[in-house]
């Protein structure tokens, strides 16, 4: 089935969009652990570098609009303007924003809306593209978005404070 084919309605979600880390259909939000059988829509996350998955998560419409709700109203407009006239949905089989082809770029993030088990909707774009939209957002929003990923995907401390952290010598000779 093509791209484009997918795009125009109703399918099973296929098991590429299921969940690496558990190795099965993803069946709670992320936030709030409803299930999403139950939930109506909801939206499967995927983030990409290279055939590595580094980032997923599942998250139902009520709870994505609570989050989207926290966003600036500069934010919401800016993110609509950059969908409205960048993202192009028909007769794109790469990076639905500049159309590279994914197989040729670093990463890529792909969005999927679902109800209950049946794909509706799906979209690349590129690591490229993604961060253009970041640069978009407030700092509010960015602030925002830094919340909600310490919250829901907690790392070890120095993955927040620093870009490149200080290596720490166990033992042997000095590190040069």
């Known amino acids: 089935m093509s791209f484009r084919d997918k795009l125009r309605g109703r399918m099973p979600i296929p098991s590429w969009l299921h969940s690496v880390q558990h190795d099965?259909?993803?069946l709670f939000c992320t936030v709030c652990d409803g299930r999403l059988a139950t939930r109506g829509l909801f939206t499967i996350m995927k983030s990409y570098r290279g055939e590595e998955?580094?980032?997923e998560m599942a998250i139902c419409?009520?709870?994505s609009g609570a989050e989207?709700?926290?966003?600036s109203t500069a934010s919401r407009k800016a993110a609509r303007a950059f969908r409205e006239t960048r993202?192009?949905?028909e007769g794109c089989?790469?990076?639905q924003t500049c159309g590279a082809d994914l197989e040729a770029v670093r990463g890529m993030a792909v969005h999927a809306h679902c109800r209950s088990d049946q794909m509706l909707a799906v979209s690349h774009m590129c690591t490229s593209c993604e961060e253009a939209l970041h640069q978009c957002l407030s700092p509010k929003t960015r602030e925002e978005n830094d919340r909600f990923m310490k919250t829901?995907?907690?790392q070890p401390p120095w993955m927040y404070e620093s870009p490149c952290p200080e290596p720490v010598q166990v033992a042997g000779p000095p590190l040069s």
Do not use: S
């Open 68 to 71: 989207m709700e926290k966003w």
């Open 61 to 63: 419409a009520r709870c």
């Open 24 to 26: 099965m259909p993803f």
């Open 53 to 55: 998955c580094v980032f």
């Open 93 to 95: 089989d790469g990076c």
């Open 87 to 89: 993202i192009q949905f």
């Open 152 to 154: 829901h995907f907690p």
